[in-house]
């Protein structure tokens, strides 16, 4: 069964932390570069980062870089998101995907396997 399952979802407050989790199962994660996309009430699906099969290259959407990391575990098929200084406008349902040809597209097409995903809700 393939499968990739996101945790770590919540309500925080406005500048408060939150951590994302991806985990694979019934495929190699390595084998895919992975990224992060969400989707807000009434907003379009956006990319939000991404990053190779390896680790050694990352890209951010515009409106969490700075704030937000992306990093992966290959040996533990898992791919984090550190999402810090959150805002309002972080709300949304964040899901994970896997690209296997690529090294992280920003177009949600790309991308072969998709989490449920998780919801953050950021308020106060």
């Known amino acids: 069964q393939l499968q990739l399952v996101e945790s770590g979802g919540g309500l925080v407050q406005p500048g408060g932390s939150l951590r994302l989790s991806c985990a694979a199962s019934g495929f190699t994660l390595g084998n895919y570069a992975m990224g992060w996309f969400r989707q807000a009430p009434g907003k379009e699906r956006e990319f939000v980062a991404s990053?190779?099969?390896?680790?050694?290259?990352?890209r951010y959407a515009d409106s969490v870089k700075d704030r937000f990391t992306i990093s992966r575990d290959n040996a533990k098929n898992t791919v984090l998101l550190q999402m810090n200084s959150l805002k309002p406008e972080d709300t949304a349902v964040y899901s994970c995907?896997?690209?296997?040809?690529?090294?992280?597209?920003?177009?949600?097409?790309?991308?072969?396997?998709w989490g449920q995903g998780t919801q953050v809700t950021v308020s106060s």
């Open positions: 990053i190779e099969k390896n680790g050694d290259s990352t």
């Open positions: 995907a896997g690209e296997f040809e690529g090294s992280g597209s920003s177009r949600p097409i790309d991308y072969d396997f």
